[in-house]
């Protein structure tokens, strides 16, 4: 694929634009200046710099990031920033969407991709993918409020009674959940459904992919291919 191509396809701007980056000699293919833009290179493993930043070629892009609170999942925003604004703009450039939506004052696991299958299948409730939140509330966590929610709660617009695939306390205001449908708001409305309010709410889980530890808020990475296994596994142990 000719280098301009390449760049044009990870999000680095216009061909024009491509064009003009390797011209004026900002762009490298490992570790090698190249000046002409329509070099041919094979894409696969294919490493390049890009202002001594080094990337690697990806046919899609898949994501993980810790989203912190105070960002909303849109493009365009409107009381908030958008989460996009926590990416470099190669990526927010080449068309990648939020997979599924968190509201602005939920923290943690958001995936993103440009793979529409992608998307649709971890955002569809018909595909019934485990999450799990991990929920403060405002007043204490009692016996009544897990099993109500694990025996459902109904909500408004809602034909029948939606229940927690699992419920456990895991302090005297805090409770973790597993929900399989992701309705809007689902969480919150299902807790204040059996009588109580969520102060706060992170996502630590989705499908088999839990969030790293190690990834702090705001933080994000590439998905690799055992990510993407892990992720369509189901062991929740």
Not at 27 to 52: E, K
Not at 98 to 119: H, M
Request: aromatic residues 8%.
């Amino acid at each position: 694929m000719q280098l301009e191509r390449i760049l044009h396809s990870q999000g680095f701007g216009s061909r024009k634009l491509c064009r003009a980056l390797v011209r004026s000699g900002r762009i490298s293919v490992s570790g090698q200046p190249i000046d002409d833009p329509f070099s041919d290179f094979a894409t696969t493993g294919l490493v390049f710099g890009v202002d001594g930043e080094t990337w690697q070629f990806r046919d899609q892009a898949y994501l993980l990031l810790n989203k912190p609170a105070g960002y909303e999942c849109s493009r365009q925003p409107q009381f908030h920033p958008s989460v996009f604004a926590l990416f470099p703009d190669a990526i927010a450039n080449r068309g990648v969407q939020c997979v599924g939506r968190l509201d602005q004052d939920t923290t943690g696991l958001l995936l993103l991709s440009d793979d529409g299958q992608f998307i649709h299948t971890w955002s569809s409730g018909k595909k019934r993918i485990p999450k799990v939140y991990d929920a403060v509330v405002r007043h204490p966590v009692s016996d009544q409020l897990t099993a109500a929610l694990l025996s459902g709660v109904q909500l408004h617009d809602e034909p029948a009674p939606i229940a927690a695939a699992s419920c456990e306390q895991t302090g005297e205001r805090s409770l973790r959940l597993t929900i399989t449908e992701g309705k809007y708001h689902q969480v919150k409305r299902m807790i204040a459904a059996a009588g109580n309010r969520v102060d706060a709410l992170h996502r630590s889980r989705v499908g088999g992919l839990a969030l790293p530890d190690a990834l702090a808020p705001g933080q994000w990475r590439w998905l690799e291919d055992a990510d993407l296994a892990q992720l369509a596994g189901s062991d929740f142990d």
